[in-house]
């Protein structure tokens, strides 16, 4: 059964290109959708119904794959670094100005930024391309968030023993053109 190759993905979505890997092709993947068998996550992007319940990691995941050029940034990053107790209702991802998606993604907000600003201080974290912490507060001013959320991040990050380096969020804030704004934050946490 052709199900059974599906589930040798693995996966928690996958790609129509991975499910031709495994032998299924286009008719069958539309077939088991209209069956109910699996769930048409995105164009070319399916699930299996038993993972429809995601955690925060999958769900970020999932929507990486729709846009492979996407970072996750503002507060799904502090949800992901665990600095935040509010869950957004959308999933929070940057993108390069130039490259933004035509189609219009459920439950995800895109942020613009410029092509040489776009991959400055991003990290891996258990797989995921997401912004520092130093990155993410810059971001908190730079898209108008209240400087009391930066302020937050910055002190829960040092609660946490996570080293949040204010050199570096002074270098950021001049390409990000947030200098005013960091320089209120600093003042703020010393």
């Known amino acids: 059964m052709k199900l059974k190759a599906i589930q040798r993905i693995r ?9 031709h890997k495994v032998g299924v092709s286009n008719v069958v993947l539309h077939y088991y ?3 109910g068998r699996l769930i ?6 399916y699930r299996l119904p ?3 319940s995601l955690d925060l990691e999958s769900m970020i995941k999932d929507k990486l794959i729709m846009v492979p050029q996407a970072i996750v940034c503002m507060k799904t990053a502090l949800q992901l ?20 998606p035509k189609r219009a993604l459920m439950n995800v907000k895109l942020f613009r930024t410029k092509r040489n600003l776009y991959k400055r201080s991003i990290i891996k974290l258990r797989g995921i391309p997401v912004t520092t912490v130093e990155r993410t507060i810059i971001d908190l001013l ?17 609660n946490k023993k996570m080293i949040v380096s204010l050199s570096q969020i002074k270098r950021l804030a001049t390409p990000f053109r ?4 960091v320089h209120a934050l600093i003042e703020a946490v010393i």
Not at 40 to 45: A, C, K, L, P, T
Not at 178 to 181: E, F, L, N, T, Y
Request: aromatic content about 6%; glycine content about 2%; hydrophobic content about 40%.
């Open 33 to 35: 959708a209209s069956r």
């Open 178 to 181: 947030v200098r005013d704004r």
């Open 40 to 45: 048409r996550v995105s164009h070319g992007v």
């Open 81 to 100: 670094f665990d600095l935040i107790d509010e869950s957004p209702a959308k999933i929070h991802l940057m993108v390069p100005s130039e490259n933004v």
């Open 11 to 19: 996966a928690t979505v996958f790609t129509t290109d991975q499910a």
């Open 50 to 52: 038993e993972t429809a």
């Open 142 to 158: 730079r898209f108008e968030q209240p400087i009391s959320l930066a302020i937050d991040v910055f002190k829960r990050a040092q």
